[in-house]
């Protein structure tokens, strides 16, 4: 299987324009998509901003040792109700809640989605313009019909790959060094644009599986499937983390592949 049903691309498309991203097709192609931070994903959870914790209000210039005597505005703040200290974290989660809420692109009341229609969404923003739609290929390779799995048997050297780019590694070769064809020597296509500061590890393995099983028809035993569906269901709800470069690679070197075993 290596078509996606029109009707997915179709519920993905209406999705984006609820979402108010560009949609391909719309506007004639999205050619000029490039690598920009994903809607979706890039922006780092960072600290939401500061929430001052209700300090006492100092009560006038008063002489240090003059009885201190509120003023009625001090004295109408002070009986005034506050948002109790206790409650402070739960306000300043907010902007997190509203992340993780649009990083898995749920309609209020829409039945929760699966991990392969997210990365579906996540590869069209970030993915589609150099790769095509259907992965059939453009300024970047085709990834559809088992291609992009005869380069990267490991899923993990896949993530890799997406999180750093070809550029750091330009004229080495990459992937199966037993590729029909030859292996792949970064570089000699172009630049691959690397992925790690504007997309968390789980939305790289959501685009990777999307990538892996739609789009290149790659079969898993049913036991695996369920195992790395599983555990990208799990993960998808949480706060993704910057892709760690250098672990991977060693992991990859090693002949490890965790994205396969899941992180369970
Ligand atoms: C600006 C265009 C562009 C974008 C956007 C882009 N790519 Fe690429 N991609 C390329 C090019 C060009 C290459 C080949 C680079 C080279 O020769 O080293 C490539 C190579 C790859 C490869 C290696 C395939 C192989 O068989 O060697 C994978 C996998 C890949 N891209 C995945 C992705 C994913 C996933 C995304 C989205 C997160 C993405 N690309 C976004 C242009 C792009």
């Known amino acids: 299987m290596t078509e996606i049903p029109d009707h997915l691309l179709e519920r993905t498309r209406a999705r984006r324009r609820a979402l108010g991203l560009p949609v391909a097709g719309d506007d004639g192609g999205g050619a000029g998509g490039d ?3 994903a809607p979706g994903g890039a922006p780092a959870p960072s600290a939401p901003a500061p929430m001052k914790s209700p ?3 100092p009560a006038g210039d008063a002489a240090p040792d003059a009885p201190v005597v ?3 505005q001090v004295a109408a703040h002070k009986a005034r109700k506050k948002v109790p200290v206790w409650a402070m974290p739960v306000v300043a989660a907010l902007p997190i809640w509203a992340f993780i809420y649009a ?3 749920q309609e209020p009341g829409a039945p929760a989605i699966g991990p392969l229609e997210v990365g579906a969404t996540l590869y069209d923003v970030n993915c589609a313009a150099c790769h095509g ?3 059939e290929g453009g300024a970047g390779y085709a990834l559809d019909h088992g291609e992009v799995i005869a380069t990267f048997p490991n899923a993990t050297e896949q993530v890799l790959h997406v999180a750093r780019g070809s550029s750091p590694i330009a004229g080495e070769p990459y992937g199966d060094p037993d590729r029909a064809g030859g292996q792949r020597v970064a570089g000699d296509l172009g630049a ?3 992925f790690a500061s504007s ?5 790289i393995e959501l685009i990777v599986w999307y990538e892996r099983i739609t789009l290149a028809g790659e079969e898993l ?3 695996q499937l369920a195992t790395v569906l599983e555990d990208l269901q799990h993960r998808m709800e949480t706060v993704g983390q910057e892709v760690d470069i250098e672990d991977l690679a060693e992991k990859v070197a090693n002949g490890e592949n965790p994205v396969l075993e899941g992180h369970a």
């Open 35 to 37: 690598a920009g931070p």
């Open 55 to 57: 300090v006492p209000i």
């Open 70 to 72: 509120d003023s009625p």
């Open 103 to 105: 990083g898995t692109v």
């Open 133 to 135: 739609g259907g992965g």
């Open 192 to 194: 691959m644009p690397g």
């Open 199 to 203: 997309l968390t590890d789980i939305e």
């Open 221 to 223: 035993e049913p036991a």
